[in-house]
């Protein structure tokens, strides 16, 4: 991670990982997005890949998740 968050946020951030994340595997799948957001529409999961999917391995890491959420 490039820049400081404060702890509060950073715990934050990484408790909703841990839940998306319901395999554990330390990755959030897009099959772990839809579930976790059913609703979320086609397109945003398309934009957020290309956004958010840094290395475009089809999964989002801790620290490309963090970068997405504002």
Same mark, same amino acid.
């Given at each position: 991670?490039?820049?400081?968050? #404060? %702890?509060?946020?950073?715990?934050? &951030?990484?408790?909703?990982?841990? /839940?998306? @994340?319901? !395999?554990? +595997? $330390?990755?959030? =799948?897009?099959?772990?997005?839809?579930?976790?957001? #059913? %609703?979320?529409?086609?397109?945003? &999961?398309?934009?957020?890949?290309? /956004?958010? @999917?840094? !290395?475009? +391995? $089809?999964?989002? =890491?801790?620290?490309?998740?963090?970068?997405?959420? #504002?």
């Amino acid at each position: 991670m490039s820049e400081e968050l #404060p %702890d509060q946020r950073l715990t934050r &951030l990484k408790s909703t990982f841990a /839940e998306i @994340d319901t !395999d554990g +595997d $330390g990755y959030i =799948s897009e099959v772990e997005l839809k579930r976790h957001f #059913p %609703d979320l529409p086609a397109e945003a &999961l398309g934009a957020m890949s290309q /956004e958010a @999917d840094s !290395d475009q +391995d $089809g999964r989002y =890491s801790l620290e490309e998740f963090i970068r997405t959420v #504002p």
